[in-house]
């Protein structure tokens, strides 16, 4: 998966070779992480918490929230 900006660069430059992707840029940025994703389909998938990078976790408060849980990046695809 590309960046954003790495998107609208490879789409602008399609563009201008009269190619037109069906993904425009914007839409590729509200989708490209999941965090944006969420609102859409959060009656259908797990609850989330967000943190900042470098935000301190409170396990204990966390547990407390959930029964099982994962720390995952932003982006979509599972890695393993």
Do not use: W
């Not at 790495?6 to 430059?13: G, I, M």
């Not at 849980?69 to 695809?77: H, T």
């Amino acid at each position: 998966m590309m960046k954003s900006d790495q998107y609208e660069r490879f789409y602008n430059l399609l563009l201008d070779n009269n190619i037109r992707l069906v993904t425009e840029p914007e839409q590729y940025r509200l989708m490209h992480i999941f965090p944006n994703v969420y609102e859409c389909v959060k009656e259908d998938t797990a609850k989330m918490e967000l943190y900042s990078l470098y935000t301190q976790i409170d396990i204990e408060k966390l547990k407390k929230s959930f029964d099982r849980f994962m720390v995952k990046d932003y982006v979509k695809s599972v890695k393993g």
